[in-house]
């Protein structure tokens, strides 16, 4: 298949869910998260939760990168452009997240913060470079999909020496958060997440490639199937994993090879290499502390780094209180077991970061009709519904 209809076909998806239902054993679960938040929005979107037997349950991982950000370091943001004057540049989804004292991105800006939204990181650089008087910093988050870009633009930076700008590094990585899930892989009240293996990333195996998996297989014996973000993309990867878990294989197998290679993106990985390298701590929303799962800036480029510049001091802000949000991201909840979803929580007037983001799970819930579709569910048993935007 060569164009984006092809991996939307009606006929390949209703051919695709009868070999998922003929594979799905009757009498076992089959527990598979899909780690990546674009996925979680292409399920609902497409309604694949429904195209599949109801013992294949799909557990919603923490990969969105706005959502895993902890509120203190919202909270440095905030200081940065409150506190410090300088001018915060940042990606359009983090403007909303709500931070400490009922605050967040888009409230400073209002209250006269100079905070800007941008595309790239070259938008950031233009801006310093058009306002040599005044301090601007560049708010870098992303799973390794996004880290090139903020690595060439401290490259750029140092080239020119370029010195009212630097970056306030937030980088995660994929794999650290699979491994700490499997590792610790309950929740707040000790109930058990039972995950039977993991959707691999589309964008970020892009970067990182389809090896650094095979310890999940090798060490964890958990099969690892990447897939593409479109609704045949998962159903075709959805049955790999079916299948493996049946033959009691533990595999990484790469649904998305029009896009991923084993080695994935080596220059961008030189690159990353170059100018980041690993923290040893880094504490994500929903996982709390995680070692060695984030990036921080070498030191060949401290005088670029916003942290060092300005000598920030990590805030105590938490999430707001009844917000299920690091449940949901462990997968331990869903949208619909958090109080405030769809009451107090909604897409205009967002308590936690999962209803913000057009990857959290909550946006995804709130904007394909699931929870409305669970709800009318439980009325009336009887009748399955489907979700708006069903293939």
């Given at each position: 298949?060569?164009?984006?209809?092809?991996?939307?076909?009606?006929?390949?998806?209703?051919?695709?869910?009868?070999?998922?239902?003929?594979?799905?054993?009757?009498?076992?679960?089959?527990?598979?998260?899909?780690?990546?938040?674009?996925?979680?929005?292409?399920?609902?979107?497409?309604?694949?939760?429904?195209?599949?037997?109801?013992?294949?349950?799909?557990?919603?991982?923490?990969?969105?990168?706005?959502?895993?950000?902890?509120?203190?370091?919202?909270?440095?943001?905030?200081?940065?452009?409150?506190?410090?004057?300088?001018?915060?540049?940042?990606?359009?989804?983090?403007?909303?997240?709500?931070?400490?004292?009922?605050?967040?991105?888009?409230?400073?800006?209002a209250e006269g913060a100079?905070?800007?939204?941008?595309?790239?990181?070259?938008?950031?650089?233009?801006?310093?470079?058009?306002?040599?008087?005044?301090?601007?910093?560049?708010?870098?988050?992303?799973?390794?999909?996004?880290?090139?870009?903020?690595?060439?633009a401290l490259k750029q930076?140092?080239?020119?020496?370029?010195?009212?700008?630097?970056?306030?590094?937030?980088?995660?990585?994929?794999?650290?958060?699979?491994?700490?899930?499997?590792?610790?892989?309950?929740?707040?009240d000790g109930d058990p997440?039972?995950?039977?293996?993991?959707?691999?990333?589309?964008?970020?195996?892009?970067?990182?490639?389809?090896?650094?998996?095979?310890?999940?297989?090798?060490?964890?014996?958990?099969?690892?199937?990447?897939?593409?973000?479109?609704?045949?993309?998962?159903?075709?990867?959805?049955?790999?994993?079916?299948?493996?878990?049946?033959?009691?294989?533990?595999?990484?197998?790469?649904?998305?090879?029009?896009?991923?290679?084993?080695?994935?993106?080596?220059?961008?990985?030189?690159?990353?290499?170059?100018?980041?390298?690993?923290?040893?701590?880094?504490?994500?929303?929903?996982?709390?502390?995680?070692?060695?799962?984030?990036?921080?800036?070498?030191?060949?480029?401290?005088?670029?780094?916003?942290?060092?510049?300005?000598?920030?001091?990590?805030?105590?802000?938490?999430?707001?209180?009844?917000?299920?949000?690091?449940?949901?991201?462990?997968?331990?909840?869903?949208?619909?077991?958090?109080?405030?979803?769809?009451?107090?929580?909604?897409?205009?007037?967002?308590?936690?970061?999962?209803?913000?983001?057009?990857?959290?799970?909550?946006?995804?819930?709130?904007?394909?009709?699931?929870?409305?579709?669970?709800?009318?569910?439980?009325?009336?048993?009887?009748?399955?519904?489907?979700?708006?935007?069903?293939?």
């Amino acid at each position: 298949m060569k164009y984006i209809a092809e991996f939307r076909s009606k006929e390949g998806a209703r051919h695709l869910a009868q070999e998922i239902k003929k594979a799905a054993e009757t009498g076992r679960t089959y527990n598979i998260m899909e780690f990546c938040g674009g996925h979680t929005h292409a399920i609902f979107r497409y309604g694949v939760q429904d195209l599949v037997p109801d013992n294949v349950k799909f557990i919603h991982g923490p990969g969105c990168p706005v959502c895993v950000l902890p509120v203190p370091r919202i909270d440095n943001a905030i200081q940065l452009a409150k506190d410090h004057d300088a001018i915060l540049c940042t990606y359009a989804d983090m403007m909303r997240v709500p931070a400490s004292k009922k605050q967040s991105l888009i409230k400073a800006k209002a209250e006269g913060a100079d905070i800007r939204m941008v595309y790239s990181t070259q938008d950031a650089l233009r801006i310093a470079r058009d306002n040599p008087a005044r301090q601007v910093v560049f708010f870098a988050i992303g799973f390794e999909t996004t880290t090139p870009p903020t690595a060439v633009a401290l490259k750029q930076a140092k080239a020119e020496a370029l010195e009212n700008f630097s970056v306030f590094c937030n980088h995660v990585l994929t794999p650290s958060a699979m491994r700490h899930i499997l590792q610790q892989p309950q929740d707040g009240d000790g109930d058990p997440v039972i995950i039977d293996g993991f959707l691999g990333p589309s964008h970020v195996s892009s970067i990182i490639g389809s090896k650094p998996y095979e310890v999940f297989a090798r060490e964890f014996g958990k099969p690892v199937v990447i897939a593409g973000f479109e609704p045949l993309d998962v159903m075709q990867s959805t049955l790999m994993m079916i299948r493996q878990i049946n033959e009691g294989r533990c595999q990484v197998e790469n649904e998305y090879t029009r896009v991923v290679t084993p080695e994935g993106n080596q220059k961008a990985q030189r690159l990353v290499h170059e100018v980041l390298e690993l923290r040893d701590s880094f504490e994500w929303r929903g996982l709390g502390w995680v070692p060695e799962s984030a990036l921080q800036i070498r030191p060949e480029f401290a005088a670029f780094d916003a942290e060092k510049r300005f000598k920030l001091i990590r805030s105590t802000g938490r999430d707001v209180k009844g917000c299920a949000c690091p449940e949901i991201l462990r997968g331990s909840k869903r949208p619909t077991d958090c109080k405030l979803f769809g009451t107090v929580c909604t897409p205009d007037n967002p308590q936690g970061s999962c209803m913000v983001s057009s990857e959290g799970s909550c946006a995804a819930y709130w904007s394909y009709g699931r929870f409305r579709m669970e709800r009318d569910q439980l009325a009336n048993p009887s009748q399955k519904q489907q979700p708006e935007g069903t293939i």
